[in-house]
């Protein structure tokens, strides 16, 4: 290998091998100087240092004849150290590259990680000049090859999408059925026994939380925890090591080739709103190195302080055209060279900032929706920050979906028995209209769910009031205060029958909820069998049993049920079209004779009166759906809710026809039956649906306009 560089290209940004060398390209706008460090395989040893030759539109570039994928290596930068004008530049400090593809190593803590003395009393005014090599990670120049022969994108319409939220390593690590070296791995997540339960679940994508390389925050290691949930990111374009059993990133490819060729698609987690080195008080790891003033917003009035949208300290400059740039060219190589489905982008508010706030017109989102490649992806948005005005549910542009909060807390309330709950969750039903039914939206925008990894699973949002997070280190001062639930008698784990009893109904109850509402049902990994966290609604520092699937749950008799069930309802959901709309509903329809589009009834089968409505006394209700088919017959669904403490009898509004009961949530095993008479008996904390079809009218005799005979 060389030891001179070439002036090479500022195009692409990253390294680049091309069979003869490496092409090397990094944006800086304020550094004077940046310098290629090379090193051993085994990383520990800095084998070279070579000034980038070139500088070019703010990329500083090069090109090392004869290197090759597999070469290890980092940057150094030089420019001034001035943090009150937002300059960090210490080239004491070796930075990852970022837009490093793989990364070899971890980050192993100490203070010369930071670019000041960490106990000066100037504080992060002061400058430290211990290298930080031996401590950091290097990125690993890669060959992106691969053959994906016939693989093909599932595509699988909004409409008819159903998903599984899943982190890569706790949904596997306890199946004892895979191989010891691949569990919590991506070999373990496309496995036949995966696959298998997924099809018997009835999901169509796995979203997984974030795999991108990130760091093991330096607080939870002194206290003996890890970032499991891996919101922390060092690397966008590199995979988390951990996850791959053999260490080569073609293992997610072959991953994503086996999930697609079982019709299951594959949705990533993403963190472009912060980075792993936190506040001006954080390490220079990498981007703060590279060019602080560039990457991170900063008080306007004082460039030494970040604006902390985010709460983790830091907040990425998308306003900044190379910073918005290297966003853009990550999602799109997870598409191009992992052949990813879709994105949920968390703190998804942070994303369309703009100096002004939050802006559904901002860089971020023009880019992103006129982007040939990602177009054509699926979009989620997480639509909160803590920053000025962070909660923008409803306000995201066309092309995305939501993660909706409100669904999950309303159906948590209408279960446990709160009064009032009505009009809200009537709302939510109908696939939250009045949040999403502007600019030509449609209702999968809504992603309903009533569990995900942030918050109580749904089996401890039936057993729990209070977080029991003591576990975090935190003295069970993190994770929400209010989560909308009961325990039924009992704190946590109980031989009670009769509370058990309740639980699961409420449990079975809360699940049809997700399925047959319009919007797109989420489910969090193992809620079909009844996953627990112990009642830790934060746990986002337990990489152990407390957060990982136990799958033991699945192969008792309940387990099994709940997860049949669970099939169960996605494949009603799948059956049946009025179930998963494809266009909001109004009430302004007729598919049939005095059947409405949608209508909502008491248990008298009357249309709800405005009194009604507004009585919060009043906690029962049915949603009736209705529409035409393609051959003039009119399928109508009606479902049924009985949130209270006894048995209802709901009576089924007209026109009487024959009534099939497909599903009552009490007896979750009963096999579908027709109805006798206009009566449903409802049981407590249940929910039941019916259906019912109107036949197409019969085609009139006699002759057409024209005097042939029909």
């Known amino acids: 290998m060389s030891q001179t560089l070439e002036p090479g290209s500022p195009y692409p940004l990253g390294a680049t091998w091309d069979g003869l060398g490496v092409n090397f390209a990094v944006f800086s706008a304020n550094a004077d100087q940046i310098d290629l460090c090379l090193f051993d395989p085994s990383g520990r040893r800095e084998i070279g240092r070579l000034p980038l030759p070139e500088k070019t539109d703010e990329v500083f570039h090069g090109y090392l004849p004869e290197a090759r994928a597999g070469l290890l290596y980092g940057f150094r930068a030089h420019g001034v150290y001035e943090p009150q004008h937002g300059h960090r530049f210490n080239p004491n400090k070796l930075l990852l590259d970022p837009y490093a593809k793989q990364v070899a190593g971890e980050v192993r803590w100490s203070d010369a990680l930071y670019g000041y003395r960490l106990h000066s009393p100037r504080g992060d005014l002061s400058y430290d000049r211990r290298d930080s090599a031996p401590g950091m990670p290097k990125g690993v120049v890669v060959d992106d090859a691969f053959n994906w022969g016939d693989d093909r994108p599932p595509n699988t319409p909004w409409q008819e999408t159903v998903i599984y939220e899943a982190h890569v390593r706790g949904l596997t690590m306890q199946r004892e059925d895979l191989r010891p070296h691949e569990r919590g791995t991506f070999a373990a997540l496309a496995s036949p026994p995966m696959i298998e339960h997924y099809k018997r679940l009835g999901i169509t994508a796995v979203e997984l939380l974030p795999i991108h390389a990130f760091v093991q925050d330096r607080r939870l290691i002194e206290l003996g925890l890890r970032n499991y949930w891996g919101y922390n990111t060092l690397a966008f374009f590199a995979p988390e090591q951990r996850y791959l059993s053999d260490g080569s990133l073609n293992e997610i490819k072959v991953a994503v080739r086996r999930l697609h060729a079982a019709g299951i698609e594959v949705f990533l987690d993403v963190v472009y709103n912060h980075t792993a080195e936190g506040s001006e008080e954080g390490p220079t790891l990498s981007f703060r190195g590279l ?37 853009m060219d990550s999602l799109r190589y997870w598409v191009e060279a992992y052949h990813i489905d879709g994105f949920r982008f968390d703190l998804g508010v942070t994303l369309g900032r703009e100096e002004h706030g939050f802006d559904p017109g901002s860089g971020f989102f023009d880019a992103i929706r006129q982007d040939p490649v990602l177009q054509r992806v699926k979009l989620i948005a997480e639509p909160w920050d803590i920053g000025p005005g962070g909660y923008q549910l409803g306000h995201f542009p066309p092309g995305f979906a939501e993660w909706n909060d409100k669904y999950r807390d309303s159906m948590r309330r209408l279960w446990r028995g709160d009064p009032g709950q009505r009009p809200e969750v009537a709302a939510r039903l109908a696939g939250s209209s009045d949040l999403f039914d502007r600019r030509s939206r449609k209702p999968w925008a809504s992603v309903n769910f009533v569990a995900s990894h942030d918050g109580y699973t749904l089996a401890d949002a039936v057993a729990y009031v209070e977080k029991h997070n003591h576990a975090n280190g935190e003295d069970n001062r993190d994770g929400h205060g209010e989560n909308y639930t009961s325990n039924w008698g009992v704190e946590g784990p109980t031989d009670d029958p009769d509370i058990l009893e309740t639980r699961a109904r409420v449990a079975r109850a809360l699940l049809a909820s997700v399925f047959f509402a319009h919007g797109t049902p989420m489910l969090l990994a193992g809620e079909e069998f009844g996953r627990t966290q112990g009642g830790n609604n934060n746990a986002y520092a337990q990489d152990n049993g407390v957060s990982w699937v136990d ?136 929910a039941v649906l019916v259906m019912a079809v109107r036949p197409a009218p019969a085609r009139p005799s006699g002759r057409h306009a024209n005097g042939t005979k029909r």
């Open 291 to 327: 060019d602080n003033a560039s990457y991170y917003r900063h008080v306007r009035d004082n460039w030494r302080l970040c604006v902390n949208d985010t709460g983790t300290g830091n907040t990425v400059n998308l306003s900044h055209p190379r910073v918005l740039q290297m966003v």
């Open 551 to 686: 799958w033991r749950l699945a192969e008792g008799d309940e387990g099994r049920a709940l997860t049949a069930f669970v099939g169960r309802l996605a494949r009603l959901r799948a059956e049946h079209p009025i179930l998963r709309c494809k266009h909001f509903l109004h009430g302004r329809e007729e598919p049939a004779p005095g059947v409405l589009d949608i209508a909502w009834f008491d248990e008298a089968g009357e249309a709800i009166s405005s009194d009604a409505w507004n009585n919060p006394d009043e906690r029962t209700l049915s949603l009736r759906r209705a529409a035409r088919r393609e051959d003039g017959a009119v399928p109508i669904l009606t479902l049924m809710l009985n949130p209270t403490s006894e048995d209802r009898s709901f009576k089924l509004p007209p026109p009487a026809l024959p009534t099939t009961l497909l599903v009552d949530t009490a007896a979750p095993e009963a096999p579908e039956r027709t109805l006798e008479g206009d009566v449903v008996i409802v049981a407590a904390r249940s």
